[in-house]
């Protein structure tokens, strides 16, 4: 087929006979769909220990941020950049956070997540929060750390780079629980 959309459709066999028949029908083909998001080339490396390690980096993001508190914790694999990758994702919360203290810690983080080489966004409007990335080896590290003032909830969800597993062990971990 070429390039030109006009002699892709009258190079066509289908629709070279639907314009003939149908002159005054403007005819678009669209483009194939992308390809399915390919592997990342990388090797395979162990979930387990990169589990720990973002457990790890998460509490140390909270304990730099708060300093206070027992948050409670909820983790979980979401699907990664690339169809052999997964990503880790944390969450941690703490109720009834008096107000002046959840947005003092906001005020706060731009200048901690700054330092600690972070890319920060303070979005002017809606619920107070911070968003942050960083580059990663295949994809970028992301975290949301916001206050919600109606429930008193500070919360800071960190969410992993890609890690390469493999296809079969991404469809293990995004199907478990964990």
């Known amino acids: 087929m070429s390039n030109d959309p006009a002699a ?3 190079e066509d066999p289908f629709w070279s006979v639907v314009r003939r028949r149908h002159p005054d029908l403007d005819i678009v083909v669209l483009p194939p769909e ?3 998001v390919a592997d990342s080339g990388l090797p395979e490396r162990a979930a ?3 589990a720990e390690f973002v457990t790890a980096e998460a509490d140390g993001c909270w304990a730099r941020l708060v300093s206070h508190g027992m948050p409670v914790q909820s983790v979980r694999w ?11 994702s944390i969450t941690l ?3 009834d956070a008096p107000a002046a203290v959840g947005i003092g810690h906001l005020r706060d983080a731009e ?3 700054t330092a600690d080489g972070w890319q920060v966004f303070t979005p002017p409007t809606g619920l107070p929060r911070v968003l942050a990335d960083r580059p990663g080896e295949l994809g970028s590290e992301s975290l949301l750390f916001g206050y919600a003032p109606d429930t ?3 919360f800071l969800r960190l969410t992993s780079a890609g890690l ?9 971990l995004i199907g478990s629980a964990s």
Do not use: K, M, Y
Not at 164 to 172: D, L, Y
């Open 8 to 10: 892709a459709v009258n």
């Open 34 to 36: 992308a390809p399915p």
């Open 48 to 50: 387990e220990p990169f």
């Open 78 to 88: 979401i699907p990664g950049p690339t169809d052999d990758s997964v990503r880790r």
């Open 93 to 95: 919360t703490l109720d």
């Open 111 to 113: 200048t901690l997540l």
């Open 152 to 154: 008193g909830r500070l």
């Open 164 to 172: 390469p597993v493999g296809t079969s062990r991404v469809r293990e």
